[in-house]
């Protein structure tokens, strides 16, 4: 694996041999705070930093080192954050994202470099503290060291534990910012350089983009349009796309499969420039190709290996094994541990994108609701006022009626109770029912007599009942033209239970009270005075005879006639009159 800057415009990888100088470092994953500060840092659009994205020293200030105690490696501070790029160039650059390759090394960036990194030759590409002290990674990596020679495996352990310690007070991402050893013996790794060139234009390898797919994960995945939230929350779930996969695929440990997959890119790499037989690692290194050796992070083997390793048994450590040794024997952390905590904050950024999602998804389930409220309530206010326009007709209909009662019943209309339910009709005045109800005059009723000129009258007819056995009727009769009240008549109808005999009896406001007989006949009432009685100071001439004639015609309106004999008159029809039934 090539290890490349991540920075834009800077095409910093391992093996440039005037980039000897020049450190790698990751970018602090497990630190969001400062990673955040990072990003800002280096204004890379949509692209989001894997464990494989690094940056090199030239974008730091010299102050971000530290010098390790120990060996004077090259340290970067934990608070280190990069402060120098070459951004105005990215900007000329149409599409933005990719990292332009530099054909020039860089007269313009010569300066920052110098602030960034110690000035290297190509001595110190072999051996000077400036190069090699970069990272403890620089040391012979510690499993290479178990196939070595007893000797060379304790002092590997030695420098291993001493470099374990460093990196425990270190966070993981310092460790990984090791840098220049880890990065050239990444080179060494051979042809698995390719793919890790092309992995440098997006900050990851094929095979973690691999992973990427694999685990579907990535910043798009969590990042709806329009989301600021949500891209900040799905470029940290990128950081940890890695545990995800392991999260997704719990069948397969990860640490095997990834020194599997390293150990296949390692190889081939120096297959090219085979060591020839194997003799045993000490005898053969196993990945010192060619450009491996003359990385500019190359390191020396220390006398410490064993005195039998050639000269060329400087065994610079695989970068990708590097990686692996931090995470699975240097470092206190196993990387299956590392994965796993980064799981968890895989859960933890998954529960905060399940917050944002809901979140968002409520609020627009609430402005549905509310709309469906709002309209529910426009509906619900018009029938509430149509309910109060019904309301007031009703009121408005009682209170006519409650008047047309007064005028035709005030007595018993004061007394029955309003709103009270009808009486239930006595069936022995079930034949006249026909006759119920109230009904007015249509057209006015016509006054005739031969000793009358004819006349015009109106008049209310009432005929009811209270649950008795008899109906009680009231005729009253007004002027047509000025209502003023005249002839008026009141009286029950009988019916002599189990016939049609019925006997009507009326007082009539002229002084004459009478009874008159007769039969019903289905909706037609015949009857004839039986007798009749006045007050002796009754007007002449006297009535001597009346009948009667009430009928349901075929309209459904009720008639009456009334013939009359009088002292000077045969009998003669004195009125006739259609009602329309105006209540039931
Ligand atoms: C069954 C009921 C009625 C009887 C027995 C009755 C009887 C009489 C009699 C005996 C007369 C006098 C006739 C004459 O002078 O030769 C009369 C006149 C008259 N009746 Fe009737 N009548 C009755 C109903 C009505 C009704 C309902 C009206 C309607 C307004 C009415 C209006 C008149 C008028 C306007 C006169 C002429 C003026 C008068 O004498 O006051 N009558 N009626």
Redesign the pocket.
Known sequence: MVICCAAANCSNRQGKGEKRAVSFHRFPLKDSKRLMQWLKAVQRDNWTPTKYSFLCSEHFTKDSFSKRLEDQHRLLKPTAVPSIFHLAEKKRRAGGHGRPRRRDTGKASAGLRAQASDPVDGKAAAGSPSSSSASPMAKPEPRKLKRATPQGRTAARAARETAGQERGRQPLEGRAEDGPASAATSCSQGEAGTGAEDAGEEGATPADRGLVDRSGVSADDFTPPGSGACKFIGSLHSYSFSSKHARERPAVPREPVERKRLRRDAEPGCSGSSPGPEKGPAQSPPRACPSASSSLTATPQKPAQGASAPPTDVTPKPAAEAVQSEHSDASPMSINEVILSASGACKLIDSLHSYCFSSRQSKSQVCCLREQVEKKNGELRTLRQRVSRSDSQVRELRQKLDQLRRLSLPHLSSLLPPGREPPKMSPVVEPLSWMLGTWLSEPP?A?T????QP?R?L?EAHISHVGQPMLNFS?N?FHPDTHKP??R?CGFIRLEPDTNKVAFV?A?N?G?V?VEEGEVNGQELCIASHSIARISFA?E???EQ?T?KFRLNSEGNLEQT?S?A?T??PLTQ??HVTYKKVTP
Not at 449 to 452: A, G, K, S, V, Y
């Open positions: 009723g006054g007599f031969p000793t009358l006349f009258y008049e005729f009769a005249m002839h008549e009326s009539q002229t004459i009478e007007k001439p006297h009535v009346i009667r009334v009359m009088t000077t008159q004195h009125l």
